[in-house]
């Protein structure tokens, strides 16, 4: 009974990534910049995507999604620092820190599970274009996003049922600018033992899988295009994996960094800066790759610029 109600009653001091009050100022506006360039980039994904028919493909379907969940990323963490910072406090309660564990978990496996169905639909793309539009049909693409959102939704509940029965104290410190849910654990009072046990096999299953799925579309990839005899063929064909390559290295990579970051230094403060990469420097950057490196989206960007441009 005790211990239920340390963590009716508990609130956390999220320490951020500094201290010093002249800081602040410079860190609001530098955050609440990069949350409003990659709202709006992703955004304009989505509506360059849902407003030309030529671009209703099963690439660019898979894209809007990871546009879509890129968005409910950020908003998992910045909007809350940002309050945070501009009322000069530090605290947030019991029940939203376990909501930020649960969203972050969810949409973290998400952009995990979306970067492989798209690999896979490259793969099929290059390697099978002839049956490329029975292979890739809307009923099968609509069901992967629907399997990946079940398969996640399921995973990050446990995990957070799982945090439900912690105890916590009042006025507890994670030294990060969010609830990461390794930081979480830290700083429980009972016994976190089960939940470790979870969460390196979740991570393991949900990492070492998907990664494999990304090597292995992209090894049949590589060795399409190696028979290919047409030199102008290698280079479209591989063009359209471009962008996905650059996001696929920036996502496993920044998430690399958080982890060396974390098990190799001890710093909390190394920690926290990964972790910025991660969460909003990742997002923020992926509408740049897609529109900057592919012909289409930028043509349907431009006419949709030039539009509203043009309305009085």
Known sequence: MEAENLTQLSEFLLLGLSGAPQLQPVLFGLFLSMYLVTVLGN????????SDSHLHTPMYFFLSNLSFVDICFISTTVPKMLVNIQAQSKHISYVWCLTQVYFLMMFAGMC????????YDRFVAIGHPLHYTVIM????????VLASWFII????????????????????????FFCEVAQVL????????????VLYVATALL??????GILISYFQIVSSLMRMSSTEGKYKAFSTCGSQLCVVSLFYGTGLGVYLSSAVTHSSQSSSMASVMYTMVTPMLNPFIYSLRNKDVKGVLGRLLSRAASCP
């Open 43 to 50: 955004l304009l994904i989505i509506l360059a995507v849902s």
């Open 186 to 197: 830290k700083v429980a009072r009972s016994n976190t033992l089960l939940n470790n046990i």
């Open 137 to 144: 049909n809307p009923c099968l693409c609509g069901l992967l």
């Open 207 to 212: 990492g070492v899988f998907p990664v494999a």
């Open 112 to 119: 995990n599970f979306l970067l492989v169905v798209m690999a």
């Open 153 to 176: 939704f399921w995973v990050s509940l446990v995990h957070h049922l799982l945090m439900k029965r912690l105890a916590f104290s009042t006025g507890t410190e994670i030294p990060h």
